[in-house]
Nanobody, 122 residues
């Protein structure tokens, strides 16, 4: 199973960045895809998730109103548009894929991308 992230980089505070994540190769259905982030020495934390079945989204309070998660219709690809970035958004961003057994609703394996660095300068 591949989970491939792209985007990220260095941006000044107040700027915007886009992240993209695509997954392929799983024999299970994709239930949710999302983004988490981690600063060295801290726990990995939720940023945003997207329910691939019903389109529901979930955001961390710290990014609500600034970040938007979306998907490409018909594909296992999600995007994260990050607006009004602040230095506290600096972290490694990881794409998360939660699968399910199609027709049963049973949770399947979970996968992670390799991470992409986002750095916001003040």
């Amino acid at each position: 199973v591949e989970v491939v992230e792209s985007g990220g980089g260095l941006v000044e505070a107040g700027g915007s960045l886009d992240l993209t994540c695509t997954t392929s190769g799983s024999h299970f259905g994709v239930k949710t895809m999302g983004w988490y982030r981690q600063v060295p020495g801290n726990q990995r934390e939720l940023v945003a998730t997207f329910d691939m079945g019903n389109g529901d989204t979930n955001y961390a309070d710290s990014v609500k109103g600034r970040f938007v998660i979306s998907r490409e219709n018909g594909k296992n690809t999600i995007y994260l548009r990050m607006n009004t970035l602040i230095p506290e958004d600096t972290a490694i961003y990881y794409c998360n894929v939660v699968t399910e057994v199609v027709g049963w609703g049973t949770r399947g394996p979970e996968y992670w991308g390799q991470g992409t660095q986002v750095t916001v300068s003040s």
